[in-house]
């Protein structure tokens, strides 16, 4: 990237917003070198109001303002955009980056011939710069268009390369994972209240401990069975909680829903 590198976004949705956000936080860009798409009206004000950076109903004037293009549309909207968009494409100048979840970089390069592609993985916490993406390379991309790939998205958390045939297992992990974790929250929040706390404290102490949790498996590598083990005296407390999570079936419950998310993406891929 340079200091005038221009980026679109063809969608304007949840993810966007996310991405465009801690682009702008990072530094990286500036309002001004950003542009949007949406076909409904309340969906621009809302990119505008909360990123400052211009929007569009036209995805063709994104395509002429924009270097890098995200894509970032529906799953069952590529088709038909990517389609329309044929002649508007500089396979000189664009780079298209890809967060359609399940949509495979063969249908891609299918439907836009020629174009340069990446297919991310992205996830909402780059909103506050606690992302976790991974992203494969399509045929033409380049080592330059990889190191481009990597600035932009380690500026909203950590990124990672990956094969392509990794990322539906992404998807059903760190892509759908911050649901799971605000279920959790949640639930661990309700278990607070019931025990007697109030509802806001009850919140700020759930997700502080599960920030606070990722944060140690992070930062000393030990596995999170040691860590969990650490924090189970005999004939605690804790080991009791831990007993009626696994009389619920909560281990296996999260690693289905990983399955679930996973094998979900792998039919959007061949629909």
């Known amino acids: 990237m340079t200091a ?9 949705g949840k993810m966007a917003t996310a991405l465009a956000h ?7 860009v500036t309002p001004e070198r950003l542009i949007a798409s949406a076909t409904q009206p309340s969906t621009r004000t809302a990119f505008a ?11 063709a004037e994104v395509i002429g303002f924009a270097d890098i293009v995200f894509l970032a549309v529906k799953p069952g909207q590529v088709a038909g955009v990517l ?7 500089n396979l000189n100048r664009h780079l298209l980056i ?14 836009a011939p020629g174009v340069r592609v990446i297919r991310v993985m992205p996830n909402t916490p780059s909103l506050v710069g606690q992302g976790a993406s991974a992203y494969a390379l399509g045929s033409g991309a380049t080592e330059s268009d990889a190191a481009t790939a990597q600035q ?3 500026s909203v958390g950590i990124a990672i390369q990956v094969p392509e045939a990794l990322l539906d297992a992404v998807t059903g992990l760190s892509g759908s994972g911050p649901a799971y974790a605000f279920v959790m929250i949640e639930a661990l929040a309700d278990g607070g209240v019931a025990a007697g706390l109030p509802r806001a404290l009850a919140q700020r102490l759930a997700a502080q401990t599960l920030l606070g949790a990722a944060q140690m498996v992070l930062s000393t590598g030990q596995h999170p069975g040691a860590l969990k083990d650490a924090v189970c005296s005999p004939g605690g407390t804790t080991i009791e909680g831990i007993h009626e999570l696994e009389r619920a079936g909560v281990r296996a419950a999260l690693m289905s829903a990983v399955r ?8 959007l891929g061949q629909a």
């Open 4 to 12: 005038t590198t221009t980026i679109g976004f063809l969608g304007a």
């Open 260 to 267: 679930a998310s996973a094998d979900k993406s792998r039919r």
């Open 98 to 111: 890809s967060v359609a979840g399940g949509i495979t970089l063969e249908r891609l390069e299918s439907q």
């Open 152 to 154: 932009l998205l380690s």
């Open 83 to 89: 389609s329309s968009l044929r002649p508007e494409w």
């Open 49 to 59: 109001e909360g990123v400052g950076a211009r929007v569009t109903a036209s995805n």
């Open 22 to 28: 801690g682009f702008l936080r990072s530094g990286l």
